[in-house]
């Protein structure tokens, strides 16, 4: 993985050399470390949780639900019940998401490949442990828990086993970071919200700061490698693959069972509505911008995801 020996990748040049991203890795590994030793917490005592959160409150702001900009137009009782369980749909999707690719860090943690990563991965799958516990926690608390995983996603088992597998990994935890950020990062500064739900929002978003920037150092490493070693043939194949993958986490977003609870006759025919309405693709769109811009300057495609 740090091995500057390497060749230069022929094609889809990064900004920078490979020699300079393995750099950039290792000062990003170090930085990182001290910053998680710094801000390490206990999950199990940090927060105060209330005896109950309002049930008449907003749990999400209004312009984070998945009807937002639709025509689709839903009564206030109806559009906070979607609030709650949108919130529950997002806690539960991050608990679901992270306890599969966390099993995919755990077989490389201390193999001799990722051995300079090794101590800044033990941090990593702490860190997600908590956020699992946390998100569980809110959910076993104020709700009758987590929502059921949906099915397998085909993509699990459609990721590519050669020079581009620790690739599409590492990428899928950076496009699952990346749109929960996107959340985290608004909603953890909502004064509208119940604070416990915020103080959960922002938490975890102060941690993902440091996973994000982590994923991002890595997946460019982990790029420019698979180039280098014969990965060529199948890039568009890879890129094909990020993009549907993309496209995936951000429907999981879109969960009949939500509309369900929000008094919709037809939860999978709104679900369908929704989706397919243009506002949300600007919304779309907006919520993977910056790694939208970051795939394109890595040289994996061109365009954007959503075209
Ligand atoms: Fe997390
Ligand atoms: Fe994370």
Request: glycine letters at 6%; hydrophobic letters at 40%.
């Amino acid at each position: 993985m740090l091995d500057p020996t390497c060749p230069p990748q022929s094609r889809g040049t990064p900004a920078l050399s490979r020699n300079a991203m393995n750099a950039n890795l290792e000062t990003a590994l170090g930085r990182l470390t001290d910053l998680s030793r710094r801000d390490f917490y206990n999950p199990y005592t940090r927060f105060d949780w209330p005896a109950e959160v309002d049930r008449d409150a907003w749990w999400m702001d209004p312009p984070f639900l998945t009807s937002h900009g639709t025509e689709q137009h839903w009564g206030i009782a109806d559009a906070i019940r979607l609030s709650h369980a949108e919130t529950i749909n997002f806690f539960s999707l991050h608990v679901h998401g992270i306890r599969e690719l966390m099993g995919a860090v755990a077989v490389r943690i201390h193999t001799p490949r990722f051995r300079p990563a090794s101590e800044y991965l033990h941090h990593f799958i702490g860190e997600e442990n908590d956020h699992m516990w946390f998100f569980a926690e809110f959910c076993n608390r104020y709700w009758d828990g987590v929502y059921p995983a949906a099915a397998p996603s085909p993509l699990a088992s459609s990721a590519t086993d050669g020079p581009w597998t620790d690739f599409v990994v590492f990428s899928r935890i950076l496009i699952f970071e990346e749109l929960f950020d996107y959340y985290n990062a608004r909603l953890g500064g909502s004064t509208l919200i119940p604070p416990i739900i915020a103080e959960l929002h922002a938490v975890h978003h102060h941690d993902e700061n440091r996973h994000v920037a982590f994923g991002k150092r890595l997946v460019e490493s982990l790029y420019a490698e698979a180039m280098s070693a014969g990965g060529e043939a199948e890039h568009d194949d890879v890129a094909n693959y990020i993009k549907t993958y993309i496209r995936h986490s951000v429907a999981s977003m879109y969960n009949p069972r939500c509309y369900a609870y929000a008094g919709v006759d037809n939860p999978l025919a709104m679900r369908r509505r929704l989706l397919a309405d243009p506002v949300r693709a600007e919304v779309h769109t907006e919520i993977m911008r910056r790694l939208d811009r970051f795939y394109r300057r890595l040289g994996l495609y061109e365009g954007g995801w959503d075209e």
